[in-house]
């Protein structure tokens, strides 16, 4: 059993940054793909970001392109998503996601086999 932990939110000025953390207990990660996805007010969850087990692939939805970079650090135990130009739209819930089968498709359809409980991530205009 992995657990997932997310940290990192808060608020912040429409344009600023923000690095948000994923720690990993429980088991290594070193195999599996990790990921983000976020969950805003009155919406449906929208995949974010994912990285396969190295690091060397790294996925991201339209919105976040060139914006947002998701990074892991294996031997902490850590996956991070670095964000800039943060926009109002970008007010979620942030979830972090993983699959122990290095699957990245499991993130992108929204359906990991582990998550956390999410950080708050409120951009102001």
């Known amino acids: 059993q992995v657990q997932l932990a997310e940290s990192g939110g808060g608020l912040v000025q429409a344009g600023g940054s923000l690095r948000l953390s994923c720690a990993a207990s429980?088991?290594?990660?070193?195999?599996?793909?990790m990921g983000w996805f976020r969950q805003a007010p009155g919406k449906e969850r929208e995949f974010v970001a994912a990285?396969?087990?190295?690091?060397?692939?790294?996925y991201y939805a339209g919105t976040v392109r060139g914006r947002f970079t998701i990074s892991r650090d294996n031997i902490k135990n850590t996956v991070d998503l670095q964000m800039n130009s943060l926009k109002v739209e970008d007010t979620a819930v942030y979830y972090c996601?993983?699959?122990?089968?290095?699957?990245?498709?499991?993130?992108?359809?929204?359906?990991?086999?582990?998550w956390g409980k999410g950080t708050l991530v409120t951009v102001s205009s």
């Open positions: 429980g088991r290594t990660i070193s195999q599996y793909a």
């Open positions: 990285t396969d087990w190295s690091g060397g692939s790294k």
């Open positions: 996601a993983a699959d122990p089968q290095g699957l990245i498709a499991t993130i992108e359809n929204l359906s990991p086999h582990y």
